[in-house]
C-alpha cells in the first residue's frame, strides 16, 4: 500500500500516530510530498525526526520541498538504484529514501515520477532573521531538461511534485499580505512544461 502526506516540516507525530494506528509494514511505502524537515539544520538535530521514522516499519520515500536542503548537501548520502530508479539514502536510516528530481520508479507495477523543489515565499524574511534557506530550492534548468526529455509524452501513473503547475495553485488561500507579483514561480512554469510534454497521467499528487 502506498500512503501520500506532505509538509511535515519536521514534526514526526502525525506518522508516527498513523503507523501505530494502521500498523503499515516493510511492503507498504508512505509518501512525502515535500518539507519533510530531514534536512532542514544540517546538524544533530535532523537526526531527532530519522530516527524517529528509522523505528518504523514501511518505506518513508521523500520528495525534496524548498525549507530543506538538497540530500547531497545535507549529509553523508548515498546513490542506490530503488524500485527502477535513483534515490539518496544514508546507511544509519536505510527506509528513509529521497527522490532523485525526474527519476522513474516502479511502485506496485504503477509507473512514478517525482520532482521536487519550490521557491519559498517566506525567503526575504529567513535571510532578515537569519534562518536557514536554501539557494537551489528550485530545480536547475538542466534539472528541468533533463525531466522533459524522460517524460517525452510519456504515460504516467502518478506524478509526483511538491508545488504544481501555474493553472492548479490554490490562490485563495495565498498570503494576503504578500506581494505576488515578487514571487518567483519558476518552479510552477516548470510543471507547466512537464504538463505539456507528458503523455498522460493517472493521478498527480503534490
Not at 536542503?69 to 535513483?86: K, T
Not at 537569519?130 to 537551489?136: E, G, K, L, S
Amino acid at each position: 500500500m502506498i500512503y501520500y502526506t506532505g509538509d511535515i516540516h519536521g514534526s514526526t507525530l502525525e506518522i508516527v500516530t498513523f503507523c501505530m494506528r494502521f500498523k503499515p509494514t516493510k511492503n507498504d511505502t508512505i509518501v512525502i510530498l515535500g518539507d519533510v524537515g530531514a534536512n532542514y539544520f544540517g546538524d544533530f538535530r535532523d537526526n531527532k525526526l530519522k530516527e524517529a521514522f528509522s523505528k518504523l516499519e514501511p518505506t518513508i520515500f521523500c520528495i525534496h520541498g524548498n525549507h530543506e536542503a538538497r540530500p547531497w548537501e545535507a549529509g553523508d548520502y548515498d546513490e542506490v538504484l530503488w524500485n527502477g530508479g535513483i534515490v539518496y539514502v544514508e546507511e544509519e536510516y536505510p527506509n528513509i529514501l529521497f527522490a532523485k528530481d525526474g527519476e522513474i520508479y516502479d511502485f506496485d507495477g504503477k509507473k512514478v515520477i517525482a520532482i521536487g523543489g519550490a521557491y519559498s515565499v517566506d525567503k526575504c524574511y529567513r535571510q532578515l532573521m537569519h534562518w536557514t534557506w536554501y539557494p537551489n530550492e528550485i530545480v536547475s534548468s538542466s534539472e528541468h531538461a533533463a525531466a522533459l526529455d524522460i517524460i517525452d509524452h510519456r504515460h504516467f501513473n502518478y506524478v509526483l511534485t511538491h508545488t504544481c503547475p501555474t493553472d492548479w495553485q490554490p490562490v485563495d488561500l495565498f498570503m494576503r499580505n504578500l506581494d505576488q507579483s515578487k514571487v518567483d514561480t519558476t518552479m510552477e512554469e516548470y510543471l507547466d512544461d512537464v504538463l505539456r510534454y507528458i503523455g498522460g497521467y493517472d493521478y498527480w499528487y503534490f
